[in-house]
């Protein structure tokens, strides 16, 4: 008997709840009826439209959307209301108003893996621990970090989901919370050991061990400093760093991979310039250093076209704080913006031939107006803060493996037939599959 009270109690607060939720909803839609839009049913709103999708798909939609309407457009998913942009002075406005510092509803989804895989460069960068003898954990670290985010599609899909309360309270949030122990504990261990290397590099016979400073040491010491003592500080601008810096330069890695086994001559291109800068008496495995990356001018723009053409993170998302006029259009406090930065990327109002690889494209004297139009890192005050980081990093790895091995496929394709799918990040649907041979070097 009392399960059932408990059951019709919680049933009655939902229900007052989505009333509540549903006023507002009805108070905002008077400000923003004259949006564009999917048809939006009373309390659902939109959400069929995603209904049938399974992962994969949700890029699709998304581009449909866009496809279908004009820039703002509005989706109502239950009493949540998302505003659409891809115009690119709509995404400035957004991006560099102070009143959208908020990442809104999408990033709460996965605040729990973001910090409030991959790449393994990433670790010594942000701790400064080399990985060599845990690899089997950070191998499992990275899994869950993307398993996790798998999960962010089937919850968007699903507005009773929404709520933590509810979300918890299910097989998915159960779940979820098992895999974010792990992550947690596993970050938290990093920096312990991270701080026991520290304190011993102060006495004398250790001193030389830490060969360079990472952002954990920078917080620990400040934590130190400013005497602050909330550990998850520390925990979630680590856990931030480390998931930031993951997958985005993993999965570009892989699509410049196949840019150059796709396009031979530009493969060849890059790897002249290599060799202008090393000659063939540097060894292969010579280490990169700082200063020769000023030289990578035709590496730098073959990344810069890669990531034109896919955007690893194509998507940002914020909340308003305030109500914003844009135009017309007053955008109503409360409502989440959704930012499509991938589709400016292929415009062709911006990008002549835009599904053309061009590397050239990026070249002062071609490029114009355009770089104005260029945000895969996004833009305004909270853009990827690891951008300068990133590019270096992809740097440094290219030049070394574009003067070791010849990137190679079976067969060229198209860029239009490269299907995508989003999950949090962009990536190719079926493995964009290539041949590595050694190279030969020139005698
Ligand atoms: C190809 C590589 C990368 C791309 C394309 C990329 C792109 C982005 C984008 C588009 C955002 C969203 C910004 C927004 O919401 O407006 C972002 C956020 C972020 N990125 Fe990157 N990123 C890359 C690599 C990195 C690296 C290497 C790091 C760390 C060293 C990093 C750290 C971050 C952090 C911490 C944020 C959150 C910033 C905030 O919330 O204020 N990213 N990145």
Request: charged share 20%; aromatic share 12%; net charge positive.
């Amino acid at each position: 008997m009392a399960f059932v009270s408990v059951v019709l109690m919680t049933f009655a607060w939902i229900a007052i709840i989505y009333f509540i939720c549903n006023f507002c909803r009805l108070v905002s839609v008077k400000m923003i009826n004259t949006l564009p839009g999917p048809k939006a049913l009373p309390l659902v709103g939109s959400v069929f439209y995603f209904l049938q999708r399974n992962p994969d798909e949700i890029l699709g939609s998304l581009l449909k959307l866009v496809r279908d309407y004009s820039s703002p457009f509005q989706v109502w998913m239950g009493n949540k209301l998302f505003i659409g942009i891809y115009e690119p002075d709509q995404i400035k406005t957004i991006l560099q108003n102070s009143n959208c510092l908020d990442k809104g509803v999408l990033y709460k989804f996965i605040e729990p893996v973001l910090g409030k895989a991959s790449l393994l460069t990433a670790p010594d960068t942000v701790i400064g621990i080399k990985l060599d003898s845990r690899l089997d954990k950070m191998s499992q670290f990275c899994k869950l970090i993307i398993s996790c985010k798998k999960s962010l599609s089937c919850r968007f899909k699903n507005i009773l989901l929404y709520p933590n309360f509810i979300y918890n309270l299910t097989g998915f949030g159960r779940e979820q919370q098992k895999k974010l122990n792990f992550i947690y504990s596993f970050v938290n261990e990093m920096i312990q050991q991270r701080q026991y290397a520290l304190n011993k590099s102060n006495t004398a016979e250790t001193k030389n061990k830490i060969t360079h400073r990472a952002i954990c040491d920078m917080l620990l010491e400040k934590s130190h400093e400013e005497n602050f003592t909330q550990e998850s500080i520390i925990h979630d601008n680590v856990l931030t760093m480390l998931v930031g810096a993951s997958d985005t330069i993993a999965i570009t890695m892989n699509f410049v991979t196949f840019m150059l086994a796709n396009f031979p001559e530009i493969q060849e291109k890059a790897y002249k310039e290599l060799l202008e800068i090393y000659g063939v008496e540097t060894p292969r495995s010579a280490p990169v250093k700082y200063e020769d990356l000023q030289y990578m001018d035709y590496l730098d723009r073959v990344i810069k076209e890669t990531l034109r053409l896919f955007p690893v993170v194509p998507v940002v998302a914020r909340q308003l704080t305030e109500d914003l006029r844009m135009g017309e259009i007053i955008l109503p406090k409360g409502a989440d913006i959704v930012v499509a930065l991938g589709k400016v990327l292929r415009n062709k109002k911006y990008w002549p031939n835009p599904l053309e690889f061009d590397p050239d494209r990026f070249l002062p004297e071609r490029l114009g107006n355009s770089y104005s139009y260029y945000m895969p890192f996004s833009n305004g005050p909270r853009n990827c803060i690891g951008m300068k980081y990133a590019m270096i990093s992809m740097k440094v790895i290219l030049a070394t493996l574009i003067r070791t091995f010849v990137f190679k496929v079976d067969k060229s394709i198209g860029i239009n037939k490269i299907k995508l799918k989003f999950e949090v990040l962009l990536s190719p649907i079926e493995p964009l599959k290539v041949k590595i041979e050694r190279r030969n070097f020139p005698s």
